[in-house]
């Protein structure tokens, strides 16, 4: 059992609740993003629901075992947060983290110290395993995850409740035992330094929330949808889990999803993706599209050398490979300027329509076969 102790933590002083917080908790838990991500809480959010909250709700997540702290600044003791520990399982030295921030306190580090201090303390307190869930499409609190030193262990499907009684949503799993250290867990996938690749030409960016219309457009031009696998167009719910998904599956190290903006005009020219399906043996595949108008610039052929010097210079990744349909000239000679070699031809490599398959040409690319960056 976690002792009810302040706990101080550099930015940040883990503390129970207090009558005075009760304003805070209201407006915070009040917040639109608090509700999106908390769906369980009241809505809307009163100030006599706070009250129940420091008089009721947290003083039975102590007496049930587990803990429910204020997370405050340490200078003015003034609310920034909350942290607790639930679902605790004596029998098997289990409990699960969880954490939100104030809007007036994000972007700090708040929910990382708050996440690693009491992750501290319950294992002081005698806990052997701890977990966290974040909803896949909170790629915030995964970063607080891995900062926190937890470790991803997989995908839970429909984990967690959906916002205003909608579909359940499923939850990214993280991990930490008594013994793995509480600095942060490397990822697969780094962020770009930055954040985003430019050679003054092109520019490349992760994909996020706010690209779903391009998206849809760019992967339902027929003959980009061609070259999906399988080769049909995705509809609009399908595009927007993906856009909305990128950045977690960036964070687990799955894939890198970016798109390719023409510098000159500042719009989307297409996309590129970076494919970590082999992590063990250090290997990568690149796939990329453009929309029509862009193409014959020599714009891919700048996105794949981007990519690739970025993969080879900063991720463990070793060799790149891509693939592309034997009648798809333009793409082969994309690869080729980009120093990729022909290394085979793969028949009925991949799935085509109606139960068809498709031969493939392979492509692979080793660092030393980088040609040099191109300036504008």
């Not at 996309?271 to 250090?282: F, K, N, Q, R, S």
Request: proline share 8%; glycine share 14%.
């Amino acid at each position: 059992m976690i002792k009810q102790e302040p706990i101080e933590a550099g930015v940040v002083r883990l503390r129970p609740y207090r009558d005075s917080d009760a304003d805070d908790v209201a407006t915070a838990c009040a917040d639109p993003i608090t509700q999106h991500f908390l769906p369980g809480l009241p809505s809307p959010y009163t100030r006599d629901d706070a009250v129940w909250w420091i008089t009721e709700g947290a003083p039975a997540a102590w007496a049930r075992g587990g803990a429910a702290y204020a997370v405050a600044d340490p200078a003015t003791d003034r609310l920034l947060g909350g942290v607790g520990l639930g679902g605790v399982e004596p029998e098997r030295g289990k409990g699960e983290i969880g954490y939100w921030t104030a809007p007036w306190a994000r972007g700090r580090g708040v929910a990382t110290a708050a996440a690693r201090a009491l992750a501290a303390r319950a294992f002081e307190s005698g806990f052997a395993r701890l977990e966290l869930l974040a909803a896949l499409e909170n790629p915030r609190s995964q970063r607080v995850a891995f900062a926190a030193g937890f470790r991803l262990e997989g995908v839970r499907r429909g984990a967690l409740p959906g916002s205003g009684g909608g579909a359940r949503r499923d939850a990214v799993a993280f991990a930490r035992l008594a013994e793995d250290p509480p600095s942060p867990t490397a990822r697969l996938l780094p962020d770009l330094p930055g954040g985003a690749l430019t050679d003054g030409v092109v520019t490349l960016r992760p994909v996020g929330p706010g690209d779903v219309d391009f998206y849809y457009g760019l992967l339902n031009t027929p003959d980009v949808t061609a070259t999906i696998v399988p080769p049909i167009g995705p509809d609009h719910e399908e595009v927007r889990l993906r856009c909305v998904r990128a950045e977690a599956r960036w964070l687990s190290g799955e894939r890198a999803d970016l798109l390719i903006v023409d510098a000159a005009s500042g719009r989307a020219a297409g996309d590129i993706g970076l494919y970590y399906g082999e992590p063990a043996t250090g290997q990568a595949m690149v796939g990329y599209c453009l929309l029509p108008e862009f193409r014959g610039r020599g714009l891919a052929t700048r996105a794949c050398v981007l990519l690739a010097r970025w993969a080879f210079g900063h991720t463990g990744i070793g060799r790149l490979i891509a693939g592309t349909n034997p009648t798809n000239v333009g793409s082969q000679r994309v690869l080729g300027r980009a120093g990729f070699r022909n290394e085979g031809y793969q028949r009925g490599r991949l799935p085509g329509l109606h139960g068809g398959r498709v031969d493939d040409v392979l492509f692979g690319l080793l660092p030393q076969d980088l040609p040099p960056l191109s300036g504008s």
